[in-house]
């Protein structure tokens, strides 16, 4: 049987990704006892569940050509929310749902201001963030324990899988949105439709494309993954803080790069953003074997990785638009000799 398969610029970034992961892995597996194991794998998932989530919605947005600054924020706003009304005693069901709904909203709002009045979205997001994460300060400004029961029992509450290794009904959430979010973009008009909008929003519209209708909804996805997100991370802290994940939505957009989403939109696959956050958690968890190295180590070392995957992704950019200005090159008749043939390519 023959692999039709061949590493090219589509999949290079992903490849390269999964090679990194393997690497770093490894060199944990052979610096420190203890690390190959499969509870330390499972725990890549369990203590990144939520970042998974926020990151998957966040993707979506990217590759329409966008950017979300408040996810972090409304993780927080979350976290507050929920145990602000868990503690006056409201039922657990009806607050996840007031969770969700209060995120698809947020999201929605901020998509309709930057289709309906052309607004950047970095301005409208960056707003969006300081608004959810002010609006976590004014519910409260200490930290809130969560002692619902049914928080947590779901907090609590373990899947075994290989002996006595087990992971968390929020990894199950997780892996659900990622496998979701990879049919969406594959299979079903709406994904294409995200695609051609990150490629050229102009020919999109040329082709008919209800641009405005999908940009209103990838906000959305975003807003609900967020608040998803939020949930997740509320069963994991089981409290609820306005300073909770500062700066987490830089690594959500690390986890997006790193996992080969395109920053200028119209590339990518949907489980790069899971790949990307495993890379960071493997890192994560070396600085914590390793004992002596301070945690804004891992900053350090994503941040490199960052600024690595940022220049394969503009190297491929740079390859592509040469090869599209050779494609589009006017031929030459045949007697005008070797040299003025191989003028565009030049170009």
């Not at 002692?147 to 609590?156: G, L, P, R």
């Amino acid at each position: 049987m023959k692999l039709n398969f061949r590493i090219n610029q589509n999949n290079i970034i992903i490849l390269s990704t999964l090679l990194l992961i393997i690497l770093l892995y490894g060199a944990g597996s052979v610096l420190y006892t203890g690390f190959f194991s499969w509870q330390v794998f499972f725990n890549l998932f369990i203590d990144n569940a939520y970042l998974i989530i926020v990151a998957t919605g966040l993707a979506f947005v990217i590759i329409t050509g966008g950017i979300d600054l408040s996810v972090a924020s409304v993780v927080a706003f979350v976290s507050v929310m929920s145990a602000a009304l868990l503690q006056q005693g409201m039922n657990p069901y009806v607050v996840m749902a007031l969770c969700l709904i209060m995120g698809i909203l947020f999201g929605a709002g901020q998509g309709y201001l930057i289709q309906r009045f052309d607004l950047h979205p970095w301005i409208v997001t960056l707003a969006g963030m300081f608004l959810a994460r002010g609006a976590s300060y004014f519910i409260t400004t200490q930290s809130i324990a969560i002692e619902n029961s049914t928080y947590t029992a779901i907090s609590k509450f373990k899947i075994n899988l290989v002996g006595s290794n087990f992971i968390s009904v929020s990894v199950i959430i997780a892996l659900a949105v990622v496998v979701l979010a990879v049919y969406v973009a594959k299979y079903t008009e709406f994904g294409r439709a995200v695609f051609a909008i990150g490629g050229s929003e102009r020919s999109s519209v040329l082709m008919g494309l209800p641009v405005p209708r999908i940009t209103i909804l990838v906000y959305t996805i975003s807003g609900f993954c967020s608040a998803l997100g939020g949930i997740v991370f509320t069963f994991y802290m089981l409290s609820g803080y306005n300073l909770h994940l500062m700066g987490m939505e830089m690594d959500a957009i690390a986890a997006c790069v790193i996992g080969g989403i395109l920053l200028t939109g119209g590339f990518g696959y949907l489980v790069g953003p899971l790949l990307g956050v495993i890379c960071s958690g493997i890192i994560q968890t070396i600085v914590m074997y390793q004992g002596t190295l301070s945690s804004w180590w891992t900053k350090i070392v994503v941040g490199f990785l960052l600024f690595l995957f940022i220049l394969l992704q503009r190297v491929i950019v740079i390859r592509r638009q040469k090869r599209r200005v050779i494609s589009h090159a006017p031929e030459l008749p045949a007697n005008t000799g070797g040299r003025d043939q191989h003028t565009p390519a030049s170009v």
